[in-house]
Nanobody
Framework: QVQLVESGGGLVQAGGSLRLSCGAS????????MAWYRQTPGKQRELVAA???????DYADSVKGRFTISRDNAKNMVYLQMNSLKPEDTAVYYC????????????????WGQGTQVTVSS
């Protein structure tokens, strides 16, 4: 039994900062890659940032230089530090893991958390 749970969302003013956290629970041995996605009503979920098990990172152009993704493999957690927030960053942010090795086997493909709301006021 594996779960991803996001936290840290909220309401902030433009130019402010938030740090999102996502924890993977269960008897997890390792996670191949983790990422943050976001989605607004009526739009497709988009990749914000991704990080591999070796800490290689990739960012959407819209957040590059403002957001930083990091992970703690020992704690099975991934973080998204969001600085210089803009109203267009408003979305539900989802934690993602693409491959999870756990006591019951391997979870291939995408595994998602339930999301946390980020609202940035102008």
């Amino acid at each position: 039994q594996v779960q991803l749970v996001e936290s840290g969302g909220g309401l902030v003013q433009a130019g402010g900062s938030l740090r999102l956290s996502c924890g993977a629970s269960g008897s997890i041995f390792s996670i191949n890659a983790m990422a943050w996605y976001r989605q607004t009503p009526g739009k497709q979920r988009e990749l914000v940032a991704a990080i591999t098990s070796d800490d290689s990172t990739d960012y959407a152009d819209s957040v590059k230089g403002r957001f930083t993704i990091s992970r703690d493999n020992a704690k099975n957690m991934v973080y998204l530090q969001m600085n210089s927030l803009k109203p267009e960053d408003t979305a539900v942010y989802y934690c993602n893991a693409d491959r999870i090795y756990y006591s019951g086997g391997v979870l291939y493909g995408d595994y998602w958390g339930q999301g946390t709301q980020v609202t940035v006021s102008s």
